[in-house]
């Protein structure tokens, strides 16, 4: 334990003084704070005059604004922070010959990668608190409305996921850093695992539903059925997507009034009749309860992750040369 | 030298796919020894300290390094033996302290303990002079000095080091291996090293093992090497003409 703990102070001086984390954390905190201000301020002026929703805080953080809402721009560019943070951080050490230095003090060889990965952990934790508090701070003063304690709770649930979601790229780009020697190669490979996740999996879900339950529009008016499966199809393929997993679960968390992760086409008749009958919002363990799945994935993969860089990092052979 | 053996191997083998890197290795080294291991490059010398440090697993035979097994109980080896790999590296960004402290913390050694312990060393190994300076910009021999006083940091009763001379100047060479004579003579330390630098390992070395593609052909005294290889006495070799001798006989 007391290896893991070294390694990782090591590793989190070298996170808070890299002049990389420095640029990363001022790009994403000053998105953050000029997208704030923008959805706050527009929020002001909506809201004058007009009787106040019951989460308006929230809105801080879901509500588009000119550009994209927050929640958009984690799910976007969030990975890149933790990619930033673990690409090169095995590699790193065998080519500059420390591995082999580590590995002969005695502490247990997994110290090493554990330590390293609880470091990013500690990084990415620290720095979303930070936006998320600065923000809401921000939206104190814009908007002058207290966040009750749902909505509290709901922010430290998104807060939860996004550290998950975030900490997910933190373990590909491990696990990258493990496998590839070249700190190049494993940044590119990573980045390459991000774009096709992210984006091209959304548009390969449509595709292939497509190819495998293709839909015209004479025979979709005859037999919605198809048009159902069709949807089905497409929605189990994106999931295969961590920003999917990540964007439903925040969305419906941040935003009470939303009563499933799916969309319209495949909603209940009793679900469509709640939404537009009953605009209720729902209380915060239904909210749990309906991206429960989504939030155990998220940390499932997190860990599987984590788990085939550990074991690919304690079978490989240590050489110094 | 007829101290307690510290280091003993016996009949071990390590195997790389087809390839037998160490073949049936039997060694026994007293306390207190400076044992200068030789052979040409891939000669299995790397291998043989990767196996006693329990950083690579022996394929059969078992080794035993201050009483302790590598394969079952590394940490504990890992405890008591310093090791200096060949090409030492540091992290650049950080001061010479800095990176001694980070090991030094690595080992379980209170801070304050080891601040006085690394000022100390780095007198040793005559560091002391610059220690605001990043080691990136150290020299080859400041490194390596570096290295050796970061592996008597933790106080070790062995230590390995591997090609402790590489790439210095004849004058740095020098200053190492008085550094690693006096380990053994004012701190008991077993020294086990290797090294290309013969008339150099033959002036600190108490005995020498020569080891030819994973095969120890000899090990003892050089002086009673060179009297079963060469046949002649006292002062009329070198380390250097045993040493090709057995080279030519293993190569063939």
Redesign the interface.
């Known amino acids: 334990m ?2 893991i703990l ?2 990782c ?2 590793e989190l001086e070298d996170h808070f003084s890299s002049t990389r984390f420095i640029l990363l954390f001022t790009l994403i905190l000053m998105v953050s704070l000029v997208t704030a201000f923008m959805v706050g301020t527009g929020l002001r002026d909506e809201l004058q005059g007009v009787a106040k929703p019951t989460f308006v805080f929230l809105m801080l953080f879901t509500s588009p604004g000119k550009l994209f809402s927050l929640i958009q721009f984690i799910a976007f560019f969030g990975p890149l922070i933790g990619i930033i943070l673990g690409f090169d951080s095995i590699n790193r050490e065998r080519s ?13 060889r997994d110290s090493i990668i554990n330590g390293k990965f609880l470091a990013g952990f500690v990084t990415i934790t620290i720095m979303l608190l930070a936006i998320v508090l600065l923000i809401s701070g921000l939206g104190l003063r814009l908007i002058g409305v207290v966040p009750g304690p749902e909505e509290v709770w709901r922010l430290a649930i998104y807060l939860l996921i996004s550290i998950f979601y975030i900490s997910f790229w933190l373990g590909i780009s491990i696990l990258f850093s493990v496998i590839f020697r070249s700190m190049a190669t494993s940044v590119l490979a990573t980045i390459a695992c991000w774009i096709f996740f992210s984006f091209f999996v959304a548009l390969g879900a449509s595709l292939l539903a497509d190819a495998i339950s293709p839909v015209d529009q004479s025979a979709a008016v005859s037999n919605p059925e198809l048009l159902i499966q069709h949807e089905k199809i497409r929605r189990v393929l994106s999931l295969f997507s961590p920003m999917t997993l990540y964007s439903e679960a925040t969305t419906t968390i941040l935003d009470p009034l939303r009563k499933t992760t799916q969309s319209l086409l495949l909603m209940g008749p009793m679900e469509r009749l709640s939404i537009t009958r009953f605009q209720n919002p729902l209380p915060l363990s239904e909210s749990v309860y309906i991206v429960f799945p989504h939030l155990i994935s998220l940390v499932a993969i997190t860990l599987l992750c984590f788990a085939i860089s550990y074991i690919a990092f304690m079978r490989q ?5 | 030298m007829n101290g307690k053996t510290v280091i003993e191997t016996q009949e071990l083998t390590k195997v790389y796919g087809e390839q037998v890197a160490v073949n049936h290795l039997n060694l026994r080294i007293p306390q207190g020894e400076v044992f200068g291991f030789l052979g040409p490059n891939g000669a299995g010398k790397t291998t043989t300290l990767l196996m006693l440090l329990g950083l690579s697993e022996p394929s059969s035979g078992r080794a035993w390094v201050c009483g302790f097994d590598p394969t079952r109980e590394p940490l504990k080896v890992k405890r008591v033996v310093g090791y200096l790999p060949e090409n030492v590296g540091f992290y650049d960004d950080m001061n010479a302290v800095q990176n001694l402290l980070y090991v030094s913390r690595l080992n379980g050694i209170p801070d304050d303990v080891s601040r006085e312990k690394i000022e100390e060393l780095l007198k040793v190994v005559d560091l002391q002079a610059e220690p605001k300076k990043k080691v990136g910009d150290y020299s080859r021999g400041m490194k390596q000095r570096l290295g050796i006083a970061e592996v008597l940091l933790k106080d070790p009763q062995v230590v390995f080091l591997d090609e402790p001379t590489l790439g210095l100047d004849p004058d740095g060479a020098n200053q190492m291996l008085q550094l690693i004579q006096s380990l053994s003579r004012d701190k008991k330390i077993t020294v086990f090293f290797s090294s290309h630098l013969l008339s150099q390992v033959q002036k600190i070395s108490h005995r020498v093992g020569i080891m030819i593609k994973g095969n120890l052909v000899a090990v003892g005294r050089i002086e009673d090497l060179a009297k079963e290889k060469l046949g002649v006495g006292q002062e009329s070799y070198t380390l250097e003409e045993v040493y090709m001798k057995y080279f030519k006989e293993g190569q063939s």
């Not at chain 1, 500059?96 to 247990?108: D, E």
């Open positions: 007391k290896g070294t390694i102070r090591k500059a010959r420390t591995l082999s230095k580590l590995v002969s003090q005695p502490i247990y052979e240590v050489r110094s040369t």
